[in-house]
């Protein structure tokens, strides 16, 4: 009998570690989405992007008018390949977040985000709506699978 109760606790404490262990974890994950951009591709009118600051070159601009896309920079305006456009637009509404790496402004420079050493990407929509603005930093290109990080 008195081997029945303490596996009868030992069973409660291990439920009530599991159940809270749960909790906490589903708390902790809705403060932080991985999905960067939450647009429709269909709505977007124009994305701008800017080169870091210390570059000092003109924006890339890729914008739509009667449906077609047109790509500028500076002086040279030139239609878009529908088809890598598409593939570009997939790619970057499907960027996900791996982990967060600063929650302060004060920790941006160590990744390359702050204004002068990030690359902008600046997503509107059409008529003038929704403008989402996407920070990409530091890149390291000596692994597979190597980081970048980025601020939205």
Known sequence: MKKNTILMA???????????TNYFKKNSSASFD??????????????????PA???EEPIVLSR???QWEVAK???????????LRSALGQLLDVEAQRLVA?????????????SL??????????????TALYFGKTSYGQVA??????G
């Open 74 to 84: 500076g002086k040279i305006v030139s239609k878009a390949d529908p088809s890598k």
């Open 118 to 131: 990030a690359r902008k990407v600046l997503i509107e929509e059409k008529g003038g709506g929704t403008t």
């Open 103 to 115: 929650k302060t402004k004060d920790k941006w420079p160590n990744y390359e985000l702050g204004d």
């Open 34 to 51: 991985p999905q960067i951009v939450k647009l429709d591709s269909s709505k977007i009118g124009k994305i701008t992007i800017y080169p």
């Open 10 to 20: 030992v069973l409660v404490i291990l439920v009530v570690l599991y159940l809270s």
């Open 146 to 151: 190597a980081p970048a990080y980025g601020r």
């Open 54 to 56: 210390k570059e000092k």
């Open 65 to 67: 008018s009667s449906g």
